[in-house]
């Protein structure tokens, strides 16, 4: 899961250069973006590929809500669960609480 805070230039309208950005970021991982740019009052989630668009200042309870949802396991099909070799499956994964903080420069 990735929680960035918009880092364009594109204020009023989102500029194509900057939603191409967005839609690689939302390739890589799901994707909460977070922003205070009056572009966001037009955005839909599905058209920019996110989990969720959240403006600010954040409704905290909100936020900590879909990030939940999105840090929910997906409950595997009975077809996925068949197709997993032995060794394939994580173990030993840290715990949620884990906290990891990247700073990338994008692009």
Do not use: C, Y
């Amino acid at each position: 899961l990735v929680i960035a805070d918009f880092w364009g230039t594109s204020h009023l309208h989102l500029s194509d250069v900057e939603r191409s950005e967005i839609n690689a970021l939302a390739a890589l991982a799901p994707l909460v973006l977070v922003s205070a740019r009056a572009w966001l009052l037009d955005a839909e989630n599905n058209d920019l590929d996110l989990v969720a668009l959240m403006p600010k200042p954040l409704d905290m309870e909100n936020f900590v809500a879909i990030l939940r949802q999105a840090l929910e396991p997906a409950s595997p099909s009975a077809s996925d669960v068949t197709d997993v070799t032995e060794g394939e499956q994580s173990t030993n994964l840290p715990a949620r609480e884990t906290l990891s903080v990247f700073v990338l420069g994008w692009p």
